[in-house]
């Protein structure tokens, strides 16, 4: 299979050299990218890039969350796991080679370091290391902060930066310990694993990336145990698909404002409002579709719309009508939306 590098005309893609391609397990691979001089690719740790890749003369986007630090990298790095049967990542675990050109967006995203000097407490599981592993380097490197990992894995060899992180932790004894779940000896993790790996008095901030279950179960222990959902970080590499309205209200219409026009589209039952916009034709922002990065948010400023997932937007701006338009689904017969 060898596609790729035809270039996307427009937003904002430019290309990536690969410069290394390192395997980090049977699953796993990290291509190191010579890093573009634009200043729209400076970024934080935590963040991510799109990239955009043809394979069989279809393009694919998809995100990926840098696992370099750029204080500490000269070059950008992402962290590639397969997803069984995924077209993508396991098109970059095995036909990525030094020298390919990747188109990418540049970095975003809001999984991010606070300016708190408070603990970092991460857990991660399994691809979900990636800018985790990014966020604790910066952390330990760059400030004074303490940092902890729960890195959760179905065994051992699937463990990423395995090696990285033990001398992460002798580097920096005393201030950062590591904790590896490992599934097949360990079970899958539970409610009273996390709690006694981060005890709720502490003063710290807390990073979740991984699997959608993992993520559920870290969350809602966290927040029974009164950690409060401002001290909470969430990055969502998928979220599960659900469901149309639940009280049987049928929407006719959508009205989208993007870019100074005004389009009027039926509603097609289950999508959600950034799908009605491309239906219509419209070229809506987009990024991480998972409501984690707020690329694609827009006001809701007639009717009204709920939201599948959001780690993106607080409270505020929800009151105020903003929703992540990729996992909005409205829920009034018309709705009116518009784009910043
Ligand atoms: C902000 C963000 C950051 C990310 N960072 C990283 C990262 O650092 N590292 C990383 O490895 N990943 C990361 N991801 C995930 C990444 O973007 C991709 O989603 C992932 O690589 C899978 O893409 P794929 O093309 O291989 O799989 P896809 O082809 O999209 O398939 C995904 C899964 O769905 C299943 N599937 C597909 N179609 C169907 C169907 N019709 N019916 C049933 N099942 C189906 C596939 O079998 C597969 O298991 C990130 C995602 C986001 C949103």
Not at 45 to 69: N, P
Not at 209 to 238: I, N, Q, W, Y
């Amino acid at each position: 299979m060898r596609d790729s590098a035809t270039t996307p005309a427009d937003d904002g893609f430019v290309p990536l050299r690969v410069r290394q391609v390192v395997r980090e397990t049977a699953d796993a691979v990290s291509l190191v990218f010579d890093q573009p001089a634009a200043p729209e690719f400076r970024y934080l740790s935590g963040q991510f890039i799109t990239l955009s890749v043809w394979i069989g003369g279809t393009e694919h986007r998809r995100c990926y969350s840098m696992s370099s630090a750029p204080a500490l990298d000269e070059h950008l790095q992402i962290t590639v796991k397969r997803d069984r049967d995924g077209v993508v990542s396991n098109w970059l675990n095995t036909s990525v080679s030094v020298g390919d050109e990747l188109h990418a967006a540049p970095p975003q995203g809001r999984f991010v370091m606070s300016s708190h000097a408070r603990e970092l407490v991460a857990f991660a599981g399994g691809s979900g290391i990636t800018p985790v592993y990014s966020l604790v380097r910066s952390a330990l490197e760059t400030t004074d902060r303490n940092a902890r990992l729960l890195y959760a894995n179905r065994n051992r060899d699937s463990v990423i930066f395995a090696q990285n992180l033990t001398e992460l932790q002798e580097r920096h004894a005393g201030r950062f310990a590591v904790h590896h779940h490992i599934d097949d000896q360990d079970g899958i993790l539970t409610t009273a694993q996390v709690e006694s790996f981060a005890p709720v008095s502490s003063d710290a901030e807390f990073y979740i990336c991984g699997p959608g279950p993992f993520m559920d179960t870290v969350e809602k222990a966290l927040l029974s145990a009164g950690v409060s959902a401002e001290r909470l970080h969430l990055e969502r590499f998928t979220v599960g698909q659900s469901a149309s309205q639940s009280d049987g209200t049928v929407t006719e219409a959508v009205t989208i404002e993007l870019n100074r026009r005004t389009v009027t589209l039926p509603y097609r039952a289950g999508n959600t409002l950034l799908q009605t916009a491309r239906l219509g034709g419209l070229k809506a922002p987009s990024s991480c579709e998972t409501g984690s990065c707020g690329t694609c948010m827009a006001q809701v400023v007639e009717g009204s719309a709920r939201m599948l997932n959001n780690d993106a937007l607080d409270e505020d701006e929800v009151a105020e009508g903003w929703v992540v338009t990729c996992q909005a689904l409205p829920t009034s017969r018309t709705v009116t939306v518009v784009y910043e």
